[in-house]
């Protein structure tokens, strides 16, 4: 059973930063690709960032670019995600997710692409 547990968020104050993990298992870590989401309250989610271990290609929003880094450590079957530079408006709950098959660069944003989800982790970023 494919399961996937996100840890990490937490309050800060803008400019501050925070790293995410999110913990894989039931699947092979050496072929995959994980990405993150977000939501916010009363708004849809929002694809972060992806990482995939095929090309070893990084994917983000343009939002996050050069705030955020995603990465992965196969050892631990874990993917990180390091957020600097916190703003109010990256405030949501945010989710990591695995796809069956694969995501590229045109696909990788799409929710509908991945079919587990972890449970989720709050950041808060006050202003």
């Known amino acids: 059973e494919v399961q996937l547990v996100e840890s990490g968020g937490g309050s800060v104050q803008a400019g501050g930063s925070l790293r995410l993990s999110c913990a894989a298992s039931?699947?092979?870590?050496?072929?995959?690709?994980i990405g993150w989401f977000r939501q916010a309250p009363g708004k849809e989610r929002e694809a972060v960032s992806c990482?995939?271990?095929?090309?070893?290609?990084?994917y983000y929003t343009d939002s996050v670019k050069g705030r955020f880094t995603i990465s992965s450590d196969n050892a631990k079957n874990t993917v990180y995600l390091q957020m600097n530079s916190l703003k109010p408006e990256d405030t949501a709950v945010y989710y990591c997710?695995?796809?069956?098959?694969?995501?590229?660069?045109?696909?990788?944003?799409?929710?509908?692409?991945?079919?587990?989800w972890g449970q989720g982790t709050q950041v808060t970023v006050s202003s």
């Open positions: 997710a695995a796809p069956v098959g694969w995501v590229d660069g045109s696909s990788w944003y799409d929710p509908e692409e991945y079919d587990y």
């Open positions: 039931g699947f092979t870590f050496d072929d995959y690709a």
């Open positions: 990482i995939s271990s095929s090309d070893s290609s990084t």
